[in-house]
């Protein structure tokens, strides 16, 4: 901001002295430039005149108002005031306040609740009058063909949509209260059903014949889907670990239909095999009968790639070919085939009638199909070969759901504190390397700029340099996979004293210099964090490099990557380690790791999903710290702790711990200790707005749950509570999760069950756990508190979460 300031002071100096005679200005350039000292002067105040102009200017409109302007805006509409929402929400007032007018236009009708969910909320959401559900007589004067008097079980989709928004099955009255006792089916009744996850997605590039690697460089590689310790060809998964699942979504298409109501092929939610089977077969079907498919106003398949797309590169080839939706076979992949080899036919055969003079005429035909595809498990297996070149690489285009963006994926990670501009100083000095498969490796260059084919030759390139006082960056530029699953082998990572070092999944702009457009030669390029995630399949080890004469350890910065084998670190490796949207993991084993004490090192994990950490070595001393924020930390299938440094201070902010933890002292906001955690030095510190487990040993107390719970219980009591009755009290505030394994999607995810003081427990009134930020609660409240004026008058509204977790949704999704 300082240098954009000075920049708009000069060219207001040279425009207001631009103005005086030139030989006024001959006369002041003589005497050392006083004039234009004092025309400096004038011009700064003119600048902050225009500034303020620009600003009254900008607050006139709703698009592009700052946030302290809204308030004036909404009072000039009278828009509904609304609880503030944390800066990491994702949700504005603006649409809001900018819609206010349209939705007092269409007040009453279903379509503007809908509407204010998705502004308000931020929810996909699809408002249901309940009227409509319930059972009524079919006569001639009423008929309705769309509502089957009893559960239609031929199409298969009776029971994947019972209770949701597209349940159409007939129900009996129920009078109770839809906001504060549970009721549905009345006549009353209106229903908003949310969807509360987010899509961060992965998107597929432009739809042609032929794509090149560049073309699909921000299209994660699937990786070989083992059958045991066995390899059969034709075998991949889109899951980073070796065996688990990973389950697709729809991504958010609410704004790509032209119809009035939400359609289930506009919510992000997770995708069903049964829905995207029939479409499939209905394609080829329409193929072979010269027809146009039957596949509805909005289909799950369309032009832009959605709700994924596969892509195929046979061995020796260097392109890629687009699998089309009808060439996809849609399968249960649950588990592995029992015959060893199994794979879909390369064909698949379909008969049909058309009219005949005297009888119907049978006609015969077969669809290509490439490969079987589960969307539930993220599992693909090729069809038979029929003689041409062996598929080598399969690429997906896919998205999967989650409360927040964090961890490895697609979601925009540029911010002020990770560097964008790359332009080397005085003091700072950049190593930059590019890291990209498909491209031969570049000579040296003299700004030391230069292009590897793998992180391995990157990371060699950088020891061996003189990376004291540098900063390194390790672009990876690919959604690539790097290393073999379980291999001893190690990834060595040496981080030279005194230098930064950034591994970073992103992409690489290179500066463009145009003519007559100033150009800065120390200027390297641009690190774009956006669209890619790069998986890391063997343990990285981290050790300090040699220097001489030593020095401070330097700073490591591991920024979108998805390591598979966890990290480790070694003695005097690092000062700090900072790991920001990463997903890390060693299931069954250590995460991240240390093979000898720490020395006044800082570990950092911001906004990541993070596997047993042990950072505990031995019975020597430890110094230093450990600073978790907006992330999740589990056991992970390992034996221990979920957090193991008892040695080190700790600041925890927005964090949800599923197991143990230890730690010296604590300063935590807005956590969930699912386990009992034990700090040695309660002296200091202090835990606030959390869920603490029963037997933990913590600092001073601020607003903890299920202390007040338990207090409000002996209050209501008017004596000491009984250890049976405290384990009831407590029972009641206990949260409740979707789903609590890493595999999983909604992991972390609060269920709706879970008690407001909960929910709403956390600092500034948001919920407490790794998705404070995300303020759910608060989300659902303001959406809430506008049915008054927003439903007709004797109505009742209420918010039914659809969002289920993978226990759930795998009952209700077969076959």
């Not at 944390?86 to 819609?99: E, K, L, M, W």
Request: hydrophobic share 40%; net charge neutral; aromatic share 6%.
């Amino acid at each position: 901001m300082i240098a954009l300031s000075q920049a708009r002071v000069d060219a207001a100096t040279d425009s207001l002295y631009a103005l005086l005679p030139a030989h006024v200005r001959s006369v002041d350039a003589a005497n050392g430039w006083a004039l234009k000292g004092l025309v400096r002067v004038l011009a700064g105040g003119m600048v902050e005149i225009d500034r303020g102009i620009d600003a009254l200017y900008d607050s006139m409109f709703v698009e592009t108002a700052p946030e302290q302007a809204l308030a004036d805006l909404a009072a000039l509409v009278a828009s509904e005031p609304l609880r503030p929402l944390p800066p990491g929400a994702g949700v504005s007032a603006r649409t809001f306040i900018a819609n206010t007018v349209r939705y007092r236009r269409g007040k009453g009708t279903a379509r503007v609740l809908e509407a204010l969910s998705a502004d308000v909320g931020g929810f996909g959401a699809v408002a249901v009058e309940y009227f409509l559900r319930l059972s009524r007589l079919q006569h001639l004067i009423d008929v309705r063909p769309e509502r089957p008097g009893t559960a239609s079980l031929a199409p298969g989709l009776t029971r994947a949509r019972s209770a949701t928004a597209f349940d159409i099955l007939p129900r009996l009255l129920d009078v109770r209260s839809i906001a504060r006792a549970g009721g549905r089916h009345h006549i009353l009744h209106v229903g908003v059903h949310v969807l509360r996850p987010v899509v961060p997605y992965f998107p597929a590039p432009n739809i042609e014949a032929v794509l090149s690697f560049d073309a699909v460089a921000g299209v994660p590689v699937a990786r070989p889907w083992p059958r045991g310790a066995t390899q059969d060809p034709g075998y991949f998964q889109l899951a980073a670990q070796p065996g688990r699942p990973l389950r697709l979504f729809n991504p958010d298409r609410r704004s790509q239909t032209d119809a009035d109501r939400v359609m289930d092929t506009d919510l992000r939610d997770r995708l069903r095999r049964l829905p995207l089977h029939l479409e499939t077969e209905e394609l080829r079907h329409a193929a072979l009968e010269g027809r146009a498919p039957l596949v509805g106003d909005t289909p799950w398949f369309d032009a832009t790639g959605y709700p994924f797309t596969i892509f195929f590169r046979a061995t020796g080839a260097s392109t890629f070919t687009r699998v089309a939706p009808a060439e996809i076979q849609i399968a249960n992949l649950d588990a592995f085939p029992t015959a060893p080899g199994a794979r879909p036919a390369a064909s698949k055969t379909h008969k049909w009638f058309t009219g005949g003079a005297t009888a119907p005429v049978p006609h015969t035909g077969t669809s290509p199909i490439r490969c079987g595809f589960d969307p539930v498990t993220g599992r693909l297996i090729v069809a038979q070969p029929t003689g041409g070149a062996a598929i080598a690489e399969v690429r997906v285009a896919y998205g999967t759901g989650i409360a927040r963006p964090v961890g490895a994926g697609p979601q925009d990670r540029n911010t002020d504190e990770v560097p964008f501009d790359i332009t080397d100083t005085a003091t700072l000095v950049h190593f930059v390397r590019i890291v990209d498969a498909t491209k031969p490796a570049s000579g040296a260059s003299s700004a030391n700029v230069r292009r590897v084919q793998s992180l391995d030759a990157a990371l060699s390139e950088w020891a061996t340099a003189n990376g004291v006082g540098k900063r390194g960056l390790i672009v990876l530029v690919r959604c690539d996979l790097e290393g073999a699953a379980g291999s001893a082998a190690n990834i060595p990572v040496e981080v030279h004293p005194g230098s930064e070092l950034h591994i970073v999944s992103a992409q690489w702009r290179a500066k463009l210099v145009k003519a007559g457009v100033p150009d800065d030669p120390q200027r390297r390029g641009y690190v774009v964090r956006r669209d890619r995630r790069f998986t890391v399949d063997a343990p990285l080890r981290v050790s300090k490099a040699s220097a001489p004469g030593g020095g401070r350890p330097g700073v490591l910065v591991l920024d979108g990557l998805e390591l598979t084998g966890g990290v480790s670190l070694a003695a005097r490796a690092v000062s700090r380690l900072l790991v920001r949207h990463c997903t890390v993991r060693a299931p069954g084993t250590t995460a991240i790791s240390t093979t000898a004490a720490l020395e006044g090192a800082e570990i950092a994990i911001d906004r990541s999903i993070v596997g047993r950490i042990n950072l505990d070595f031995g019975s020597g001393p430890s110094t230093g710290s450990i600073v978790i924020t907006d992330s999740i930390v589990s056991t992970d299938g390992a034996v221990g702790t979920a957090v193991s440094a008892s040695s080190l201070d700790a600041h925890l902010k927005d964090v949800t711990v599923f197991g143990t933890s230890m730690f010296k002292s604590l300063e935590a906001t807005n956590v969930i200790f699912t386990g009992p955690a034990a700090v040695t030095r309660r002296q200091s510190g202090c835990v606030r707005y959390s869920w603490v487990a029963t037997g933990s040993t913590t600092p001073r107390r601020f607003r903890c749950q299920p202390d007040l719970g338990i207090a409000a219980a002996e209050e209501k009591k008017g004596s000491p509570l009984t250890p049976s009755e405290i384990a009831t009290a407590a029972l009641g505030f206990t949260p409740v999760f979707l789903d609590t394994s890493l595999d999983e999607p909604a992991v972390g995810m609060l269920h709706a069950l879970t008690r407001d003081a909960i929910r709403l427990g956390g600092e500034h009134d948001t919920e407490m756990g790794a998705f404070s930020a995300a303020a759910e609660g608060l989300r659902v409240a303001n959406l809430t508190s506008l049915f008054d004026d927003y439903v007709p008058f004797g109505l009742e509204a209420g918010v039914i979460d659809d969002t289920r977790s993978s226990a759930v949704a795998l009952r209700r999704d077969r076959p």
